[in-house]
């Protein structure tokens, strides 16, 4: 067996080494930023995509380890541990194969099978099983017993028949075979409850649906299961039938058959046994596959969800900043108003209202004077207008304000307010905003996520601020360490200003946790700000080990050293002088200017510490320190005259910006209170695989108004804007596709194709001359 090193490099395509390094350097306490930064010399430089995925297999093999090991000792304590069974459960790859060979051995309550046992019927069974040339009511004959409990042959059968059951329900092979034939030909069916079309309209789609589980993409299945838990839908799988068939023989009754060596060949046990194959696919088999099956399904939908809001999130936390700009806030809302809140440059609050501009109080003009007086006391150059309700009303009067003020030279911005709720109740926004009332402090938020969407984001829960898919159905261990994962690699991707920075944020730096990320603010407030990277050794708690993680992805902007403004770290300090010597230049000089560094040849400043990979991201720091790996900062400007989903009309052309990102499309805010969606198919006049691959979330993009169903308030968009509508408000080239009725039942493999057919054959529950059907 392949260790765990070996294997994890074979599904990286890379040489065990690079795994190895990785390996040791994380279980040493390294971080995934810090080995994927300033560690590329001895993994051979493994990326940080390539390093996260390292890392949950190593999560994964490692406790499939612990379990086989676990299994073995359980075997093993029995005594019906020999070295057959020994090497098969040491080359069981996944987990599911490992508890496949365990299931003959586990502690189980007392089962038919068990009973038969105790009554002496094994030995009936094995006979049954070896000598179908008997009559089965004969052979049962022997084994009646009042004293044993059997008090009929027609008993004795039905105890060997348990017992046969169980034998074949416990063989690792038929049960892995069976589960991979079922997973390639069954399928998925949806059914409407009985009375609850009215109050489950949500999941119309799926009132009489059906797909072949390898065809089932992943927002599907959380629908269908998300139905199933509001008691709406009824699931089930189905197994393949054959075409033509009037009564329907299953394929998989046939490899019980054949594995267990059963077939009709006229003999009067035959009979008998295939029955007991039948009985076992039913009762037993076919429960524990679908049980499995359903398990995969949703296993492959939550790892595709966790992708999909790991990227969106990924993408929300990368989106372009405002920059340092005084921005007022409006968090928008009907009868408790609109809350306001001005923050200056650096994030602090210098004022807070309460405006009622909309109904009931409808205080219109006093509301524009109140925004006007702040916006012209703190010199405001943007306004953050939260996206929910009442927004459009708001984004109206933000609107008005900057026509009849237009020296005030301000730009109107929505901006997403999810998590933003989560926000003010939090015991961080306490802390941090200890005098402003709870209600206030979304408008603080709304302000700050545009000036830098991901300091401010990361003081919230990353699951909270809602970018995924079902998000609420997902298993809580598996969404959290995919999203810290995110916000770790975010953050040190970005670099934090530390002299600026909150606990939150700096508690996202690699080595640091939210006790030192407290430290150290605790030690800017009480002796000013760092000057050096060097001063953050005088932080409690910030050892050598520590300083060395998070050293690099710490900035100091005006510091007594260009070089702790960028990313280079203080141990390549020595690379950085070596290259001024070869310059005779001064820092101030060579950092910042391309034409030196780009005449510099890298190989030679390299030494037996730091390799080429290092020497070459020591001169691309020098040459743009600290660049921020952001976009560029644009807005949207939604449609006048389009406030509500009963303003659209197909065909509009309209400007929005990208919310969120599925598997199956994009979602759009046009403001109209409600998001659009532009279906895969209609993101782009090529085709598409993965939608983040054309938009993310923040993007501004022109969509075409497909159809607007208002009822459900779904509204369908087009990126295509060349396509025509159809009569139906339907696109003629980029329709969103409905979702597909139950296909019709699929014929089987004809007869002598197939392994499925073949046993069916063998077995003789085929042949239409044999009666070998129930």
């Known amino acids: 067996m392949a260790s765990i090193t070996q294997r994890i490099a074979a599904e990286l395509s890379v040489q065990d080494w690079q795994v190895k390094a990785a390996v040791d350097l994380l279980d040493g306490g390294a971080t995934v930023p810090f080995v994927a930064r ?75 099978a068990q009973i038969a046992r105790e009554a002496g019927l094994k030995p009936l069974a094995d006979a049954l099983l070896a000598r179908p040339d008997r009559q089965p009511l004969e052979a049962a004959g022997g084994f009646v017993s009042d004293e044993r409990g059997v008090a009929t042959p027609e008993a004795a059968l039905e105890g060997a028949r348990a017992i046969l059951a169980e034998r074949f329900s416990e063989d690792a092979a038929l049960v892995g075979t069976l589960r991979e034939d079922y997973w390639r030909r069954g399928r998925l069916v949806s059914k409407v409850r009985k009375g609850k079309k009215t109050d489950g309209a949500k999941f119309a789609d799926y009132f009489d649906f059906a797909e072949p589980l390898t065809k089932l993409p992943s927002h599907r299945i959380l629908a269908m299961f998300r139905g199933e838990k509001e008691e709406v839908l009824d699931l089930a799988l189905e197994e393949d039938k054959a075409a033509g068939e009037p009564a329907y023989v299953s394929p998989y009754e046939g490899r019980v058959a054949l594995t267990a060596g059963i077939a009709d060949r006229g003999r009067p046990g035959d009979r008998w046994l295939l029955e007991a194959a039948r009985f076992a696919w039913r009762t037993k088999l076919r429960p524990s596959v679908e049980i499995d099956l359903r398990l995969r399904l949703w296993q492959a939908a939550e790892d595709e969800a966790v992708k999909v809001f790991a990227g969106n999130l990924r993408d929300l936390l990368l989106a372009a900043p405002a920059g340092s700009r005084p921005t007022l806030g409006l968090d928008p809302g009907y009868r408790t108003g609109v809350k306001v809140a001005v923050v200056d440059a650096t994030g602090k609050v210098v004022a807070t209202d309460t405006i009622y501009p909309h109904e009931p109080r409808l205080d219109w003009d006093r509301s524009l004077g109140v925004l006007a007086k702040l916006c012209r006391a703190h010199r405001v150059e943007l306004v953050a207008i939260g996206n929910g309700t009442a927004s459009r009303e708001t984004d109206k009067l933000a609107a008005e304000l900057l026509a009849r003020h237009p020296d005030l030279k301000l730009t109107k911005v929505m901006v997403s307010e999810a998590g933003a709720s989560v926000y003010s109740a939090s015991a961080y926004a306490s802390e941090e905003l200890p005098g402003l009332d709870v209600t206030l402090r979304g408008a603080v938020s709304i302000a700050r996520r545009l000036q830098d969407p991901l300091a401010e984001l990361v003081k919230i829960e990353p699951k909270a601020i809602g970018v995924g898919q079902y998000q609420h159905d997902l298993a809580e261990h598996k969404l959290s360490r995919s999203l810290d994962a995110v916000v770790e690699d975010c953050v040190n991707g970005v670099g934090v200003d530390v002299n600026t920075a909150s606990v ?132 949207a400007t939604f449609q006048e005259g389009v406030e509500k989903i009963s303003d659209l009309k197909p065909g509009m052309v309209l400007e929005g910006v990208v919310t969120n990102v599925a598997a199956f499309g994009a979602f759009v805010d046009i403001g109209v209170h409600q998001d659009g969606l532009v279906h895969i198919s209609a993101l782009s006049k090529t085709f598409v695989k993965d939608p983040r691959a054309v938009v993310k979330p923040g993007d501004v993009v022109r969509v075409k108004v497909l159809d607007v169903d208002q009822p459900r308030k779904r509204i369908a968009l087009s990126m295509r804007l060349d396509d025509e509508i159809g009569p139906q408000g339907r696109s003629s080239g980029a329709s969103r596709p409905a979702p597909a009725k139950a296909p019709a039942p699929q014929p089987a493999p004809a007869a002598g194709g197939g392994a499925m057919a073949d046993a069916l054959r063998r077995a003789g529950l085929g042949d239409k001359n044999r009666g070998g059907r129930r």
Do not use: C, M
């Open 504 to 635: 939150p944020l700096l508690a996202r730096v690699s080595g640091l946790g939210a006790h030192v990320a407290g430290n150290i603010v605790a030690h800017r407030d009480g002796n000013g700000p760092f000057r050096t990277r060097k001063a953050l050794k005088e932080v409690p708690g910030l050892g050598p080990k520590t300083f060395e993680l998070a050293a690099g992805f710490l900035r100091i902007p005006g510091g007594d050293d260009p070089l702790d403004a960028s990313g280079v770290h203080p141990e390549a300090y020595p690379v950085v002088r070596r290259i001024l010597q070869a310059t005779k230049s001064d820092i101030k000089v060579v950092i910042g200017n391309p034409g030196i560094l780009k005449a510099l040849r890298p190989e030679t400043f390299t030494d037996e510490r730091f390799g080429l990979p290092t020497v070459v991201d020591i001169l691309a720091e020098l040459e743009k320190p600290g660049r921020d790996p952001r976009p560029e900062f644009k807005t």
């Open 38 to 112: 300033y560690r590329k010399e001895a993994t051979g430089t493994l990326d940080d995509a390539q390093l996260r995925t390292l890392e949950e297999r190593l999560r994964y093999l490692r406790e499939l380890e612990d379990r086989r090991k676990t299994i073995l000792d359980s075997i093993e304590s029995q005594g019906k541990l020999d070295a057959p069974l020994r090497a098969r459960i040491a080359a069981a790859e996944t987990k599911a194969v490992l508890e496949d060979l365990y299931v003959p051995f586990k502690p189980k309550r007392r089962t038919k």
